[in-house]
């Protein structure tokens, strides 16, 4: 097990591994493993990444790129436009996911057992208390037990087993060398025999299975077997589709080149499923392979983090520019997704990787991620340590608190504010148009009811003249 990482350190333009033995050409994809990948898929390579020509483009290059097109396409509008009409938005960020759901589950068993163990540990104190007492409680005597008859049959009785206790023990047979040498040879044999059974029954424990169509429920028990990680497992379902997807999982295994940087990875993708998941409120659409291939920095544009912090923020960019919803909360609210996720454990993250491998099989071009990356996700993940997992989970969610608008790059907080002058100065305008209205009518009013008294007042006057003529 290798220490824990240094998520404090800054971002470094990533070279890739051995370039120089490869022709210097650039490598992607999981663990660096491919090159000239897109070199056959010109026509379509647009609706793959967003790099124009990933076969040449080193990774040192990459996330100068991916800023540059953020740049361009972050629409200052559609921004403004989602903060002041955010109804929609808003019902979206009240969405309960199944991993909202999944968690609570989760807390209520985790306090169901506490009181359970604290029930077993009372009573079994109380029965060691009663044990103790019982044997430390002094034999009593009836007064009329004590006689001199009975003082004199204990004496005597101690001093025979006095007697008997003094006697050397009786010598033992000597063992000839041939004797020794059998019964040393079985003793050796029973403890070999022993021990193999041992450390058979070890490996089995701690062997994570990676796809066992017979085991399917206990696959992500890991190591540990702990009762945390049986509470996971009993919370976090995995459909019948997802257990068919793992039994045709391939049997790999990886020796990382930069575990950190896949570790970074694994999370920008489930950012990028949980943006889809909150806003697609559980249901997928023909849109979300897109989505989530446009979110994912590491999709999207093959980039390679050191920082946690780099990614973040990466991926809260991308949330606001490409996809139909760009709203600042909502981001949050997806923050907070990805670490819910996360704490759920490799059930869950698996679930999620599952999610987006069917959508991007089903999609004619997203389809290509999934041999670069999703596969091999999927199977890496279910060996993850629980230490380097939680780890990560640690350090998400303390980066995720200190992410602010100021971060992205884009001067968010002059938009929101010119957005609520705008909302104000046309309250204002509306409210004028509408007094204006109002005195206009009043004075239209008022004329009417000056002629409707000039004529009842004429024909008030003329019956009066015809009588004086009269």
Known sequence: EIEDFNWEAEQTLATEPSASLLNNRPLYGFNFSFKDFFLPLQEDLTEIVDLPDPDNT??????????????????????????????????????????????????????????????????????????????????????????????????????????????????????????FFNQHTKLTTENNENNHTQNTTGLSASKVEIISPNNINTELKGKSGKSESRLENEVVSLSEEDKEDMRRLPRKEYLLLNEKSTLLGLVDIIFAYCYNNRTTMGENTVESAWTIGKISPTLSCLDVFESLKVLLIACVRRALTFPLYRHWELVQRVLEDTLIVLKLGKRAILRGLLDVQRLFEKHDCKRYLNHLYLTDYCVWVQTLSKKKLKSVQKEVKRVAKKIRKEDVGWDLLKLERLTQEGDSSESESSDSESDSSGSEDSENGGSEDGSSEEESSDNETTPNTGTEKK
């Not at 290059?61 to 097109?69: K, V």
């Not at 005597?141 to 004590?146: A, K, T």
């Open 58 to 179: 080193p990774s040192s290059e990459r996330s100068r790129i991916r800023i540059e097109i953020e740049n361009k396409k972050f629409d200052e509008e559609h921004y403004m436009v989602d903060f002041a009409m955010d109804e929609e938005i808003q019902e979206i960020i009240k969405f309960t996911p199944v991993w909202v759901k999944e968690k609570r589950h989760l807390k209520k068993l985790k306090r169901k057992e506490e009181k359970e163990k604290e029930k077993e540990a009372k009573i079994e104190g109380e029965k060691e208390i009663e044990e103790s007492g019982k044997e430390i409680k002094p034999k009593t005597l009836e007064s009329d037990e004590v006689t001199s008859e009975s003082i004199t049959q204990k004496i005597s009785t101690l001093q025979i087993t006095s007697e008997n206790e003094t006697k050397s023990p009786a010598p033992q047979v000597p063992m000839s060398p041939a004797d």
